[in-house]
């Protein structure tokens, strides 16, 4: 979806689950900057600017498998 690496869907499916960043990088095991860089980077290609819209575009796509 969009290109993103399956760590990156992680994230995103943490934050749609309502994690807080740090939650969500003890669950994926790396450090909390190292998911901010995720989220960081996921808002650049999908060009979105706050979390509820990444997860609206990631939601307005559909599954990502048939």
């Given amino acids: ?7 990156q869907l992680r994230v995103a499916e943490a934050i ?7 939650s969500a990088a003890e669950m994926l095991g790396v450090r909390p900057n ?3 860089t995720h989220v960081r980077r996921m808002f650049e290609r999908l060009n979105v600017t706050s ?3 990444l ?3 990631l939601l307005s ?3 990502p498998y048939p």
């Fill in 1 to 7: 979806v969009y290109g993103l690496s399956p760590k």
């Fill in 16 to 22: 749609a689950r309502g994690m807080s960043l740090s």
């Fill in 34 to 36: 190292t998911v901010r």
């Fill in 51 to 53: 979390q509820p819209a």
């Fill in 55 to 57: 997860i609206r575009a």
């Fill in 61 to 63: 796509t559909g599954p």
